[in-house]
């Protein structure tokens, strides 16, 4: 989908006639089986209130829109009709005081060329109008509640009622999610495909669940964001109340050149989630993580805490230790168990269990309610997941699991077998708020969901900070000159000079202490490694002379003199604008290599210092900055003190556009900037600043 349009958020709360509408009328209806119109005819066939076919080349058929509306309220139409008349008959709809539409057919910008001005027309219509447009490029949206289903795609009237809602860019995932969701026995409230999105977009539809009773948690699958504040703020909004659980479509997408690592590592999918997380989502990985965490959070949540841990019980030894290493490879905490719990657990358990957690039950049996209650009320377990095979002869799993309920402490449970009395089993569990999946990869992504989401509500007291940004930047900077601002943000620099010719240069040699690095200085060049423009370890005149030779003939005009810094861990720290969703900062493991190691986590601008403190605690290299092999250990406050400001330093100037600290290395004196890079832009670009 390519994500035009930014929707009308002033107007988002009166989806009403889109999604529960008196009546519907399907322009473009036709006999021919193999048509589109047919197709959704067919597919409204079940729809209780008013529907009208409309066709003027059919006698059977009303004429025309208005024909349509003087029969009965039609508060919906359904275009289904070339692309190069849907203006024109949304107008007539509009006129005859149809209050929303859905537009079925490609054609549009998504094929370029004229495509682009029919789309650009058809928005107008409902720009001008008010009238509100799903689409176009969709197959639609199923709503089955009201026994509704607006979508020409075969077998969508089979979706059952839930609690979940789907919004996703594609017609085509809307409906897979909503197939998988009903497989799965949760079923949907609402399932939109938003097609090209040039009119009602994915914080539209957002917003307007948040008033739905009859949601409790929203599937969201995004290809591409047109207008990034709007989606984190609906995202921001429904998250107290609906947890949204996110799929982002582009984690290889290699994008545009960016002229610095930042701007690179940086991608669309690393900031869209970055923003999504920072809103309150959960995120996932796939269309199958994605069902089974919405599921979950659909009937449960747990309750807030910054650092969950997890009970495991599990009666199958084999799947329980597939459950445990699948939470663990998500880094969650499945801390020991207390004395107090154990001695609980051993009056319960045969003595060869295992149960300092996992639990090992060796197999489901009338215990399994005391142990549920014995584990989930260990102070350390916040999530229970259970792994049990459908043994009736054994135990009645859904009374045992009633029986083992603690309170706030929510149990997954995985529920292995075949048949009936399995499917009516996990119906039980759900309907008493208990997420059930089928195997424990299920369990694993359903209880990291719910973790997730804990964490994520967990209130985290902002500690102002007094430092204030100094602005008016609006010059490109050198080296030099951007670790003097640098250090008006608090972060230390090696002695270094910056000198204008070769006898400063030497000056500064033995001013600085050696030995040196030689560097060319140029704001023009932001990649001096590439051109040759470093030389590092300089300790002798003569070697200074060789470093200046080459820098000469790399084209230098000027060059910087520093000291050499202490070995350590190199780190890459940034911020920039991001043309969707504005201001935002990056940390990863760095140097030369920052974007082929690509261990980077991103936030959203302006921050508190303690929110980016947890940065690093998400990088996958993040044991090398807590004493590897005796190194040196990094202060995440001293971390999150830097990054925080560089947000507020890119908030409180407009024309700066981006500034990188590359490297920024972890010594044992602490953090040194080894390199600087700040860029800005023209006065006239400001205005189109997030």
Known sequence: ?????????????????????????????????????????????????????????????????????????????????????????????????????????????????????????????????????????????????????????????????????????????????????????????????????ADVTAPDVLDHLAGDPRTTAVALHVESVADGPRLVASVRRLTPTRPVVA???????????AASHTGALATSWRTTRAALAQAGAVLVDDERELVDAVGALAVTRARPCADPGVGVVTAQAGPGLLLLDDLRGRGIR???????????????????????????????????????????????????????????????????????????????????????DVTRDRRALRESGVPVAHDARGVAAATAALLADARARTPRPAVPDPWQAPTGLATRYDEHEGKELLERLGVATMPR???????????????????????LLDAEILHKTEIGGVHLGVSTHAGLDAALDALDAAGARRYLVEAMAPAGIDLVVGARRDVVFGPLVLVGLG???????????????????????????????????????GGPVLDPDDLGTIVSRLGDLLAANPLLDEIEVNPLRLTPQGLIALDAVILTRKADDAHTDH
Not at 249 to 257: E, I, S, Y
Request: aromatic residues 4%.
């Open 334 to 420: 499945v801390p020991e168990l207390t004395p107090g719990t154990r001695r609980s657990l051993a009056g319960l358990l045969p003595p060869l269990t295992f149960q300092r957690n996992p639990v090992d039950t060796g197999r489901p049996g009338p215990e399994l309610g005391a142990v549920l209650a014995a584990t989930g009320a260990d102070p350390g377990v916040d999530v229970i997941a259970g792994y049990v095979l459908h043994e009736p002869d054994a135990v009645d799993v859904v009374a045992a699991v009633t029986e083992g309920g603690t309170a706030g402490v929510p149990v997954v449970l995985g529920l292995a077998g075949t048949g009936d």
């Open 591 to 629: 140097g030369t290599v920052a974007e082929a190691l690509a261990d980077v986590t991103v936030r959203l601008a302006p921050l508190s210092p303690g929110e980016a403190a947890r940065m690093p605690s998400e990088l996958a290299g993040r044991a090398l900055l807590a004493g590897w092999h």
């Open 1 to 197: 989908m390519n994500g035009l349009g930014t929707g009308r958020g002033d107007r988002a709360n009166d989806l009403g006639p889109l999604f529960a509408p008196r009546g519907v009328a399907v322009v473009g209806a036709s006999r021919d089986p193999g048509k589109l119109g047919a197709a959704m005819a067919r597919s409204l066939s079940g729809f209780d209130g008013f529907l009208a076919l409309v066709n003027p080349r059919d006698a059977t058929m009303h004429p025309s829109v208005g024909a349509a509306a003087g029969a009965g309220p039609v508060d919906l139409a359904l275009l289904c009709v070339p692309a190069a008349a849907c203006a024109d008959v949304l107008g007539e709809a509009a006129a005859a005081g149809v209050r929303a539409a859905v537009v079925c057919g490609g054609g549009f910008a998504e094929a370029g060329g004229a495509g682009i001005e029919h789309q650009r027309r058809l928005a107008a219509v409902a720009r001008d109008s008010g009238l509100r447009l799903l689409g176009p490029n969709t197959s639609g949206f199923l709503a089955p509640h009201a026994r509704l289903t607006a979508s020409f795609v075969p077998g969508a009237h089979r979706v059952t009622p839930g609690a979940v809602a789907v919004v996703a860019a594609s017609g085509g995932v809307n409906h897979a999610l909503a197939f998988a969701l009903t497989e799965a026995g949760h079923g949907v409230s609402l399932a939109v495909g938003l097609g090209n999105a």
């Open 497 to 519: 000079r910056a000198c204008a010719d070769r006898a400063a240069a030497h000056a500064a040699f033995d001013s600085v202490g050696t030995p040196v690095a030689v560097k």
């Open 247 to 257: 799929l982002v479509v582009g984690r290889h997408d290699v994008g545009a050149f």
